[in-house]
């Protein structure tokens, strides 16, 4: 059974880059077929799927952030991560990290962290 | 990017009722739709995949069905536990888009 877990700065400052990383326990983030998400949820909104890396390496990332954001894999580390650059306070939201089984959906999830863009 | 529909946005409903939420796509998705509950300050949890499947461990009074661009999930006799809210998905295509979500209110 897959568990995630989201670490990283809870507060960054307008303008600079939000860092989080998402690591992956009870399985091999190498593993075929499984893809590896982030999506965030703004305070009282709902779900936006930020993008995704494959297992292969192959990353897409959704449009309207696309110029900003940046999925990498660690596979030495089992984990992957998030960098966005240039935040503002829009970008203040939970976090998850996720996981995308062969022939599934997001069938494992972290348990999400807050980030807030403030000076 | 492909736009998903989720109706009603609130659903009053009790102990013991049968419910439905509706979930519109832009264009053909099929069978690529996936529902999540959330509850509050929790992580969603999947509970429907490829329109259909039951994901482990989730009751059988869930179910999806759906046909090209028209989904539903139905919750038949709802436990004190189903109270949250909903999102559909769809990942046919990428971006993979959520719907704006479903609360459902205890009546």
């Known amino acids: 059974q897959l568990q995630l877990q989201e670490s990283g700065s809870g507060l960054v400052k307008p303008s600079q880059t939000l860092s989080l990383t998402c690591t992956v326990s009870?399985?091999?983030?190498?593993?075929?077929?499984?893809?590896w998400s982030w999506i965030r949820q703004p305070p009282g909104k709902g779900l936006e799927w930020i993008g995704y890396?494959?297992?292969?390496?192959?990353?897409y990332y959704t449009p309207s952030l696309k110029s900003r954001v940046t999925i990498s894999v660690d596979k030495s580390n089992n984990h992957f991560a998030l960098k966005l650059g240039s935040v503002t306070a829009a970008d203040t939201a939970v976090y998850y990290c996720?996981?995308?089984?062969?022939?599934?959906?997001?069938?494992?999830w972290g348990l999400g962290t807050l980030v807030t863009v403030s000076s | 990017d492909i736009e998903m529909t989720q109706s009603p946005s609130t659903l009053s409903a009790s102990v013991g009722d049968t419910v439905t939420i509706t979930c519109r796509a832009s264009?053909?998705?099929?069978?690529?739709l996936a529902w999540y509950q959330q509850k509050p300050g929790k992580a969603p949890k999947l509970l429907i995949y490829?329109?259909?499947n039951l994901e482990s461990g989730v009751p059988s009074r869930f179910s999806g069905s759906g046909s090209e661009t028209e989904f539903t999930l139905t919750i038949s006799s709802l436990q004190p536990d189903d109270f949250a809210s909903y999102y559909c998905?769809?990942?046919?295509?990428?971006?993979?888009?959520f719907g704006q979500g479903t609360k459902l209110e205890i009546k």
């Open positions: 996720a996981a995308k089984g062969p022939s599934s959906a997001l069938n494992f």
């Open positions: 009870g399985g091999s983030i190498r593993s075929r077929g499984y893809s």
């Open positions: 264009q053909s998705i099929i069978p690529w």
């Open positions: 998905q769809q990942y046919n295509t990428y971006p993979n888009t």
């Open positions: 490829r329109t259909s």
């Open positions: 890396i494959y297992y292969s390496g192959n990353t």
